[in-house]
């Protein structure tokens, strides 16, 4: 596995290595003793049996001893939780939003980001909640994971040791796009991360920072859209958007069929109440991003559509 | 199979018609129904398997879209847990040598049991209907709140797995009263064989258990009709309170699965080691310590999902003493090997590659226990693997091994034991294939129900993949095998095995009463003096 980039991520390994390390011992114990009374007491052997009921000390040993080694296996992994229960004072606090199927996190300054950023060696708290269904935030790298349940706020925290980008998976099945609510953990340096968070020009260019206004192409992937549609022409679970601008479209309202052609109000309409107008042929699962999306994204996201050709 | 003098099985002028079979009320027949009906779903689960693992050969669709992977790993999940897994070892072999082994001619309440078989079929028609009109992507878990806004069949999945949980209850009721009323004279508590105190232990869960998962199922379906909002947090309701109903149920029927398979092991053991089990009361002690320890463990599934923290301690302790009643029994398996003549018969066989995979799923268990390893792992390909060296690794090849233990018993017909031996072999290597590489993913990170990877995953889904089609072909051998001896085997003796419990007693296959004089028990169940 690769290294642990978190305080917490080292009590976790090592409790998974003390703990596999024995299940090893203990398994090759069983294998091998197996596999010689096998080996040893085969009947081409000539082996006469022997009747042997039981041992009341054997069974005593191999009870006890077992409770003693699985206690100790208990107090281990139970000891790299506890770390976890509380955030140190003065954390840096992030909120993440959990949605179909993408993140956000807000910092305290207004910032939002779909990526998960960090300062190097400072504690950050990231409290956690959903816009629709339970969710899992987790990083591989900082061996921390937290489901997002909505109407609950739960907060995790993490300390990052080194700087890049880690993977940050959903990991608690959520639905069609679920395998494409991917993003990532940045960890920067102090300076680099201050910059970020002020909107300073000169942070990373290649990090989206919302504030500087981002185009419809990094929206269309950041909030989760690819998971269902496609721009080259090809139908997913909902409609390519492939030069859909001013065509017209069959789609069920209320349960009734009618003709409508695809305009700025009628792509607003269907980002912000999927299930008013569903087109004919696929299911009404879009999630509405009434109150998920702001005004200049809902913007910038049918200024995108529209230049699919 | 049938054929003229071939006991219950009819022929020779006897009822053999359909009717004769599916409205039977003998606990042979009824076991002959649920190992055909069982065994055809198995191969549906396999195929579904099969079609999920070939779908992540390269990325993005490759033979499905994301839509049909999530409801296809659904069913997987579905068909293989309530119409494989959990009925399999109590309503097949239950049911025909449950009432043998205790020197009884029936099961208690022999209607009540064909209406379970009933039952279970209009449940198992009822999931494959899902399967023609949408079927359900919630995950075999059909956890709230996305169960409840899914545009699929979600309500007649969940009811159909309500009415396999009906018949599951009317077969623990059954075993439970035969146990206690039927067993012949002589045959007390600590002489009967370890398989039937496995089923009974079984019994009991089923009974006290599947009630839970019953009134869940019901709450999800009036959620998704009428709104009532239990669950929903949306209408004030708690998706957590939801897991907490489920998992009740469902982690006390990992048990379901695996105790009777333990049986099996229990049996085939001391046969081919000609001598008595080690410990047999430490045996059947054990198996009543996993049914009652099994039951206060189930917020292990919960560790991350916001459950308090005393919760997690609490459930996390329990958790790792669980493991000792397990334990317990590996070693006592184990202690009957010592001073043994040990015969390497098929079932044995499977016996020991039983104990090999069971060993794994066990011990990967304690590190799923662990709070801290666990906060990594959970949801992983690491639990993934971890339950299906339990499920398919454990109860499933004890299945097999009890198939090819009692088959010949249930057919009066061998199968070929050297492609027997092959085909465990296949079976075993294509198994650890198939799921080892899956451990090392979940160490590394991969998420579980995941329709698409990252590259870095790449190469170890192959080699998992690749392990499929080697468990598939050893299915395919096992089976065909097995088939071709049931119909066309050899026939066999009495007692092929050497065995010294009531069913090595009777004719192979058994005359349509069990027992024509209800024996008088005077010995324990391996008391393999005179029969060596």
Redesign the interface.
């Known amino acids: 596995?690769?290294r642990a980039v978190t305080v917490?991520?080292h009590?976790?390994d090592s409790?998974?290595l003390v703990?596999?390390g024995v299940?090893v011992m203990?398994?090759l114990a069983?294998?091998g003793?197996?596999a010689y009374?096998?080996f040893r007491?085969?009947?081409s052997n000539g082996?006469?049996?022997?009747?042997?009921?039981?041992?009341a000390l054997?069974?005593t040993v191999?009870?006890v001893l077992?409770?003693f080694i699985?206690?100790y296996?208990?107090y281990?992994?139970?000891?790299?939780?506890d770390?976890?229960?509380k955030a140190p004072e003065g954390a840096l606090t992030v909120r993440a939003f959990a949605q179909m199927w993408a993140w956000s996190f807000e910092y305290e300054n207004g910032v939002t980001s779909d990526r998960l950023v960090a300062p190097v060696g400072r504690p950050v708290k990231v409290a956690l909640n959903s816009r629709?269904?339970?969710h899992?935030l987790?990083v591989?790298?900082f061996?921390?994971?937290?489901?997002a349940?909505?109407?609950?706020e739960?907060t995790v925290w993490f300390t990052a040791e080194k700087t890049g980008e880690y993977?940050l998976?959903?990991?608690?099945?959520?639905?069609?796009?679920?395998?494409?609510m991917?993003s990532k953990a940045v960890v920067m340096e102090e300076a680099e991360f201050a910059a970020w968070l002020s909107g300073a020009p000169e942070a990373k260019a290649a990090l989206a920072t919302p504030s500087a206004g981002p185009s419809g192409a990094e929206l269309f992937k950041s909030k989760g859209c690819v998971?269902c549609h496609t721009t080259d022409g090809r139908p997913?679970?909902g409609p390519t958007l492939k030069g859909i601008f001013g065509k017209k479209v069959r789609v069920s309202t209320n349960g009734k069929e009618r003709e409508v052609t695809i305009d700025e109000d009628y792509i607003r309409r269907s980002e912000l109440e999927p299930a008013s107008d569903v087109v004919v042929g696929f299911?009404?699962?879009m999630p509405p991003q009434k109150g998920v999306l702001k005004e200049e994204e809902i913007e910038a996201l049918i200024e995108y559509i529209k230049s699919l050709k | 199979m049938a054929s003229e003098g071939a006991g219950y099985l009819g022929g020779g002028g006897g009822p053999n018609g359909l009717s004769s079979w599916i409205f039977s009320t003998d606990h042979k027949r009824i076991g002959i129904l649920y190992l055909v009906s069982i065994l055809s779903f198995f191969v549906v689960g396999v195929s579904l398997g099969f079609l999920m693992r070939l779908e992540l050969i390269s990325h993005g669709?490759t033979i499905m879209?994301?839509?049909t992977y999530?409801s296809v790993f659904t069913l997987h999940g579905v068909v293989m847990l309530f119409l494989f897994i959990i009925p399999a070892t109590p309503s097949i072999f239950g049911n025909f040598f449950l009432p043998i082994m205790i020197g009884a001619n029936d099961v208690s309440f022999p209607k009540l049991n064909l209406l379970s078989w009933w039952f279970y079929m209009a449940g198992a028609a009822l999931a494959l209907a899902t399967l023609a009109l949408g079927p359900a992507?919630?995950?075999w878990t059909f956890?709230a709140?996305?169960s409840l806004?899914?545009?699929t069949y979600v309500s007649l999945a969940v009811f159909a797995v309500f009415v396999l949980g009906l018949s599951s209850i009317l077969t623990g009721i059954n075993f439970v009263t035969t146990v206690h009323r039927l067993r012949a004279p002589g045959m007390g508590f600590w002489r009967m064989p370890l398989f039937v105190w496995a089923v009974y232990a079984t019994a009991w869960i089923q009974i006290v258990a599947t009630p839970i998962l019953g009134v869940n199922l019901l709450l999800v379906i009036a959620e998704r009709v009428f709104g009532i909002g239990v669950f929903d947090?949306?209408k004030g309701g708690d998706?957590?309170l939801y897991q907490h109903l489920f998992w009740i149920y469902s982690h006390p029927a990992v048990y379901i699965m695996i105790l009777p398979g333990m049986g099996i092991i229990s049996e085939i053991i001391p046969v081919f080691?000609?001598?008595?089990i080690?410990?047999?009361?430490?045996i059947a002690y054990s198996s009543l310590g996993i049914a009652g320890v099994g039951s206060l463990v189930w917020g292990h599934h919960m560790f991350?999902?916001?459950s308090s923290?005393t919760a997690?301690?609490i459930f996390?302790?329990f958790t790792?003493?669980v493991?000792?009643p397990s334990?317990?029994k590996?070693?006592?398996w184990?202690?009957t090997?010592?001073?043994?003549?040990?015969?390497?018969g098929t079932p044995f066989f499977f016996a020991?590659a039983f104990?090999?995979l069971f060993?794994?799923g066990g011990?990967?268990g304690?590190?799923l226990?662990?709070?801290?390893?666990?906060?990594?792992l959970?949801?992983?390909y690491f639990v993934v693997s971890h339950f299906h060296y339990i499920k398919f690794g454990g109860a499933g090849f004890a299945f097999f091994a009890g198939l090819h233990y009692w088959l010949p018993k249930m057919t009066g017909r061998m199968y070929n034991a050297r492609v027997a031996n092959w085909s465990c072999l296949i079976l075993f290597i294509g198994f650890n294939t198939l799921f080892f590489p899956m451990l090392l993913l979940g160490?590394?990170?991969m998420?579980?129900?995941?329709?698409?990877?990252?590259p870095q995953y790449s190469t170890l889904q192959i080699v998992s993949i690749v392990g499929s089609w080697v468990l598939v072909a050893g299915l395919i051998i096992m089976f065909a095998n097995l088939l071709r001896g049931a119909f066309r085997g050899a026939r066999t003796t009495e007692n092929p095995w050497g065995g010294a419990t009531l069913e090595w007693k009777i004719p192979s296959p058994p005359g349509r009463e069990n027992f024509e004089k209800i024996p008088e028990v005077t010995k324990g169940p391996y008391d393999?003096r005179g029969l060596?």
Not at chain 1, 47 to 55: A, K, M, Q
Not at chain 2, 337 to 344: N, P
Request: aromatic share 16%; with cysteine; hydrophobic share 45%.
């Open positions: 596995m690769g917490l991520g009590n976790t409790a998974f703990i596999a299940c203990l398994f069983i294998i003793l197996t009374f096998v007491y085969r009947r082996e006469i049996p022997e009747d042997i009921h039981g041992n054997l069974e191999w009870t077992p409770i699985v206690l296996m208990f281990y992994g139970w000891l790299g939780y770390a976890r229960r629709d269904l339970i899992s987790y591989p790298a061996r921390m994971k937290q489901d349940v909505p109407g609950l739960r993977d998976f959903c990991t608690e099945y959520c639905g069609t796009g679920h395998s494409q991917l998971a997913l679970v299911p009404p699962v | 669709p879209e994301a839509s999530n992507d919630t995950g956890y709140p996305y806004r899914t545009g947090p949306a998706p957590i080691a000609r001598k008595v080690f410990g047999y009361r430490a991350v999902s916001g923290y997690g301690v996390s302790f790792f003493l493991a000792i334990a317990i590996v070693f006592n184990v202690g090997l010592y001073k043994g003549s040990i015969w390497l020991l104990i090999f060993s794994i011990l990967t304690l590190i226990g662990a709070l801290s390893v666990n906060v990594h959970h949801d992983t160490i590394e990170g998420p579980r129900r995941y329709f698409d990877y990252l393999f060596r």
